[in-house]
């Protein structure tokens, strides 16, 4: 038995070596093979020789400007106000046409049923036209006229309203944006000071219950935050129904709201307001329009002279005959229309005096509401924001040193929230009243955001 064994050893001994020997072989193999693949060049594709920055795209930006020509450009109400003017312009093509002649023929047969009379053919035609009165077709005219007039002021109202809007809704896009960006401002500041919290809790400096309040400020600012976020693509979904859904799937809004609209005198706001705004234009169209219906129906009375000449023939005669027609107003004088479009006229007198007597109010309300924006801001952005930032820094050095706690830290915090959210709130408040005051003296096209 010690024979077998020790004659068994040199066996093992040469079959291991043999079989280290197959395995260094192998791996000498897959290393070469290794060595060749990483020599090799390796495929290039047109995706892969981009940078990775192009294969994501990042959204568009958008301005003011970008927005308002998409807007107008494919805004339903609009298009639907430049096809009445249309309409219109075609009723004053209308109402210069001239009035058809008429034209009546007949024919038949005489018989003779006693003698001296000669049987024949009969024929007979007339040819008739009216002869309107010229003050009839020149109201006729002057109505159409004016009903395209309002038509086109109409158009000029709808397209200011809608430029006022849109310009609202951009200055409304960039309060919840710089809302957002205070609120995310907010967040990354309270992160900061319960990191600081949680490592005095951690070493017993502080009790758990500061912990505990620094979470509950940190979940209520992600709720501000991403309400802030959802009213910013709520506005989005807002504009780009007024553009008829042609606005891009995902965009940004470009704009700031710190800009400062130049205030104009009183004085020249009013004198604009009642030269430049479309409102008051189209009161005065209706006027017009109602002055061109008065007119019309005073003219009816006396529509016109309709010229007539006939001719008849038998187997004997030929009979011609001039004539003429006319409507004489004995049994109908018109006078419910006279009174009708009397009425009318006085209404639409009122309607434009009234609106001129509340528009220099509603000039006066908005001035007055600018000019409180304006000293709100610089209340505000010079003193208690400053204010606010300096109050904040005196309690995060003091908690820092132990000399005050998280509540006083927090408190510090939601002050300077505060004041920034009424600076935020003051200038977005100031862009509101200019975009009033441009639509009231008709230009709401003036400078934007951009």
């Known amino acids: 038995m010690r024979f077998n064994s020790i004659s068994s050893r040199p066996s093992a001994a040469h079959g291991a070596t043999r079989h280290l020997a197959r395995t260094g072989w192998v791996l000498a193999l897959l290393s070469q093979l290794c060595t060749a693949q990483a020599a090799a060049p390796l495929p290039t594709s047109d995706s892969a020789a981009q940078p990775k920055s192009t294969l994501v795209s990042s959204p568009p930006e958008l301005g003011a400007e970008q927005l308002i020509s998409v807007i107008l450009a494919h805004n339903t109400p609009l298009l639907a106000a430049q096809n009445a003017r249309v309409a219109a312009q075609s009723g004053i093509q209308a109402a210069q046409a001239l009035s058809n002649p008429r034209l009546d023929w007949s024919q038949g047969r005489n018989t003779a049923r006693m003698p001296g009379v000669t049987p024949g053919p009969l024929k007979s035609w007339s040819v008739s ?24 002021q109409l158009l000029r109202l709808t397209r200011h309203a809608l430029v006022s809007e849109a310009r609202l809704r951009i200055y409304q896009g960039l309060l919840h944006q710089a809302q957002a960006e205070a ?62 859904g042609q606005l891009p799937a995902q965009w940004h809004l470009l704009g700031d709201l710190k800009d400062a609209p130049d205030l104009l005198d009183l004085d020249q706001l009013h004198q604009l307001v009642m030269t430049h705004n479309p409102e008051l234009s189209l009161l005065q169209a209706e006027v017009s329009r109602a002055q061109a219906l008065l007119r019309s129906a005073q003219s009816s009375r006396w529509p016109g002279v309709e010229v007539r000449y006939a001719q008849s023939q038998d187997a004997e005669f030929r009979q011609g005959q001039w004539g003429i027609g006319m409507q004489i107003p004995l049994l109908d004088q018109r006078s419910g229309p006279i009174a009708q479009a009397s009425a009318e006229l006085a209404r639409a007198q009122v309607r434009l005096d009234g609106r001129k007597a509340e528009l220099k109010q509603e000039v006066l309300l908005t001035w007055k509401s600018l000019e409180m924006a304006r000293l709100r801001i610089e209340a505000l952005s010079q003193g208690s924001v400053r204010e606010a930032e300096a109050a904040l820094r005196v309690a995060q050095a003091a908690y820092r040193f132990g000399e005050r706690g998280i509540l006083d830290v927090l408190d510090a915090q939601r002050v300077l929230r505060s004041v920034r959210a009424d600076l935020i709130q003051a200038r977005y408040q100031l862009q509101e009243a200019r975009i009033k005051l441009d639509q009231l003296i008709g230009q709401n096209m003036g400078p934007a955001p951009v």
């Not at 036209?129 to 086109?152: F, G, H, V, Y």
């Not at 500061?210 to 940190?218: M, V």
Request: aromatic share 2%; proline share 1%; net charge negative.
């Open 183 to 244: 609120t995310a401002d907010d967040v990354q500041l309270l992160e900061q000071v319960r990191e600081r919290v949680r490592l005095r809790v951690a070493s017993g400096e502080a009790a758990r219950y500061e912990i505990i309040k620094a979470d509950a400020e940190i979940i209520t600012a992600r709720e501000r935050l991403q309400t802030a976020r959802l009213m910013v693509e709520q506005n989005k979904i807002q504009l780009n129904q007024m553009a008829a």
């Open 129 to 152: 036209q009216l002869i309107e009165n010229p003050a009839a077709r020149r109201a006729r005219i002057d109505m159409a006229t004016a009903t395209e007039q309002e038509s086109t």
